[in-house]
């Protein structure tokens, strides 16, 4: 895994591209690549890139060429399936000189063109330069696991796997996006192309760009989710599958996944251990793939409620793995926090990826580089409660006045039945929100989103004058124009599990929680669930294999039993959570809390209303007084982090300067093709 960063010229009357600038964006993403540092540059281009080596030690050094010199390549992520079509290019007459996964991309592009992408089975973005006619070429992988940002500008296309690279360049503007902000306190996340930056885009995932030598830009969507029609009368297509042969056959692609994950790199892999079905069925089939040592590792909570020790050890035992832990407390997600959001780049609603930041650190830390986790299960295979709550909402709407199907809610949520009559009035009132529409496309993920817009009330009279010129729609109504036209046609979970991919999945799961807490250390993640013919296969899989009743995941519940623990497969569904406002409130609290949320500091950002805030910060210390973080609202606790995270990105990636000066770390590869 690595980090790449570049200038294009879109104009033969520009300079060639700045080495010092791109030796400082190159350093700017360096904890992304700490191994090795590489720089292409001719009169139109420059790519640098910052190594992670993992695969092909001795002679995968990057930007790496074709034979002849004419195109050149840097890459972050794997191709898992390099071997195969290296075997393939091979008889086609193509010649290798490394062992390399990124040389088989040189190749494939040369051979296949934009077709070679579809064939790839792996994790990726990718920049490739011609020299012969001058394009550049760009593309992520089918659900965006490694990111790519851009900034055009000045004539120039400047590309990097994180914003703060692009930041090293003094030319590249630095302010917050109206646009990006409101998606963020809606989704919980910006979705691609838009970010949180203006003028800065993110390259959408299953996406191939050309940018041509007169300066045009040519889309090429290679892939996107796609779920079986409902025929016209509402009953599903024939899916030639019964539930046993779904079982087997997911099993098999896991095992198949897990095993190339495993097997496919030259340093030792290692697996998360979460405590749930997905991590632990994954390091079981990574267990399987291997012989001798085999690493784990845990996240531990100080605090009881969001702790999952006793099933993480049981599957250690079983696995017999060579197991770390690490424990994170309140106070530890605080003093990270700062350095979770810089390395996210985004506003964060939860202080979910602040834990996993210390679990990747453990990794670094046990002399890992790569670790195997069960991201992708839950999306694929309807393992969310939101599935299951918009399945009990849709069979409530057909009777909307009933008072007995709302109590299908209390089968999702036993403490619900044994809740006050207040909070269970406010739970059901939630979901009753847009009951009266079960054909809306949002009808599953609405009232999340209405919830997370909600706290657009903190938004400052600024903030809302500078919507409100926005001429765009509003985020849901984008979303929903921009649907696939087969979206009505698909059955109501798999219509949702689209949204949740679109939504989540890209930016906030594999983003936030996933490639920038491993990669903020240095750590690479694979992800079995994601594998392309896993998706596949998962995705044609019928509605109710996947959600049996009110049973999330059912097919991989079935594929799992016989070897994890009965205690795992028959466990509550827990979602993984973190500690939120209470880590920020009290004597304890750091003072970066105080400081950036004065009405000074609030004010000189521009996002949220200082008096808003104020009140907000009061109520939370308050609640806090009166013991530990019971009495925080899901409300209140989004808020307390998306103001405070808010705050820290402007801080941390508008205000502060980026690159920097060299530490040492060799460029070893620099190619210089400039007069």
Known sequence: MCGIAGIVNLSAALPAPSRELVRAMVRAIRHRGPDEFGLYRDGRAALGHARLSIVDLASGQQPLANEDHTRWLVFNGEVFNFVELRAELEAAGHVFRTHSDTEVIVHAWEQWGVEAFARFNGQWAIALWDTVSEELILCRDRVGVRPLFLHEGGGRVRFASEVKALFADPDVPRALDVR??????????????????????????????????????????????????????????????????????????????????????????????????????????????????????????????????????LMVERLQSDHSEVVASRADIARVFPDVVAHAERPLLRTG????????????????????????????????????????????????????????????????????????????????????KPDDPTFSHGPRWSSASALQRLFSSEMRGRMTADARPAAVASLVAGLPTDFPRWDPLAQAQYLEVVTLL?????????????????????????????????????????????????????????????????????????????????????????????????????????????????????????????????????????????QLLHQRLIEETHGGDDDGVPFRTEVHRVA
């Open 506 to 646: 890209n930016p906030y799961i594999l983003a936030s929680q996933g490639d920038r807490m491993l990669m903020a250390n240095s750590v690479e993640g694979r992800f079995p669930f994601l594998d392309k013919e896993v998706m596949a296969f998962a995705n044609a899989m019928p509605a109710r294999f996947k959600l049996r009743g009110l049973d999330e995941k059912h097919v991989l519940k079935r594929a799992a039993a016989g070897v994890l623990p009965k205690e795992i497969l028959e466990r509550p569904k827990q979602p993984y959570r973190a500690p939120d406002a209470a880590c920020f409130i009290g004597a304890d609290a750091p003072e970066w809390v105080r400081a950036l949320t004065t009405e000074r500091a609030l004010k000189s950002v521009g996002v949220f209303d200082a008096a808003a805030v104020t009140a907000l910060m009061e109520k939370a210390r308050r609640v806090a007084a009166k013991g530990g973080d019971v009495g925080f609202s899901n409300a209140d606790n989004m808020a307390v982090v998306g103001v405070l995270s808010t």
């Open 180 to 313: 990006g902000i409101e998606e963020t306190f809606t989704f919980w996340a910006s979705r691609a192309p838009t970010t949180v930056f203006a003028d800065i885009t993110e390259l959408p995932p299953g996406v191939v760009r050309r940018y041509t030598k007169s300066g045009a830009r040519h889309d090429h969507v290679y892939w996107q989710p796609e779920y079986p029609r409902m025929q016209g009368d509402g009953a599903r297509d024939a899916d030639g599958c019964t539930l046993d042969e779904a079982v087997a056959g997911l099993r098999d692609r896991l095992h198949k996944a897990s095993e190339l994950r495993m097997l496919r790199a030259d340093v030792p892999v290692g697996a998360y251990l979460s405590g749930g079905i997905d991590s632990s069925y994954v390091a079981w089939l990574a267990r399987d793939a291997v012989r001798g040592r085999f690493h784990t590792f845990s996240l531990r909570f100080e605090d009881p409620e969001y702790d999952e020790t006793p099933y993480q050890r």
């Open 353 to 436: 990826p602040a834990p996993l930041f210390l679990l990747s650190r453990l990794v670094r830390e046990r002399g890992l580089k790569v670790v195997l986790t069960g991201e992708g299960s839950d999306e694929m295979l309807g393992g969310y409660d939101l599935f299951r709550e918009a399945k009990v909402r849709r069979f409530w709407s057909r009777q909307p006045q009933s008072t007995l199907r709302p109590k299908l809610f209390d089968r999702l949520y036993p403490w619900l039945a044994r809740s006050p009559a207040a909070a269970r009035g406010l739970a059901l009132q939630f979901w009753a929100r847009g009951i009266d």
